[in-house]
């Protein structure tokens, strides 16, 4: 079982950055995708940044630019660090990782809150 824990959340004004944690509960190298997802109130959930195992990235086009995916291998933690935020960014962020083994198998963390106001 794996746990990951989201932290950094939080209210900034319009143009401001925070910085998303992602704390997992096993050594990250083991997993071949990890990516951060939001769900604002009414939406589906959406991809925002994922990085592979290997470091590629890739971003939804709404963020390309502002938002920034990394991963700390020796910290177990992945990051998004989240600049030039804007009202239509706010969302529950939630940090998700899939790993591939004799089962393919996705784990999500709780969600944590990014409110970015005018």
């Known amino acids: 079982q794996v746990q990951l824990v989201e932290s950094g959340g939080g209210s900034v004004q319009a143009g401001g950055s925070l910085r998303l944690s992602c704390a997992a509960s096993?050594?990250?190298?083991?997993?071949?995708?990890m990516s951060w997802y939001r769900q604002a109130p009414g939406s589906q959930r959406e991809l925002v940044a994922g990085?592979?195992?290997?470091?590629?990235?890739n971003y939804a086009d709404s963020v390309k630019g502002r938002f920034t995916i990394s991963k700390d291998s020796a910290e177990n933690t992945v990051y998004l660090q989240m600049n030039k935020l804007k009202v239509e960014d706010t969302a529950v962020y939630y940090c998700?990782?899939?790993?591939?083994?004799?089962?393919?198998?996705?784990?999500w963390g709780q969600g944590i809150q990014v409110t970015v106001f005018s």
């Open positions: 998700s990782v899939k790993w591939e083994r004799a089962v393919t198998t996705d784990y």
């Open positions: 990085i592979t195992r290997y470091g590629s990235t």
């Open positions: 096993i050594d990250i190298i083991s997993f071949n995708y």
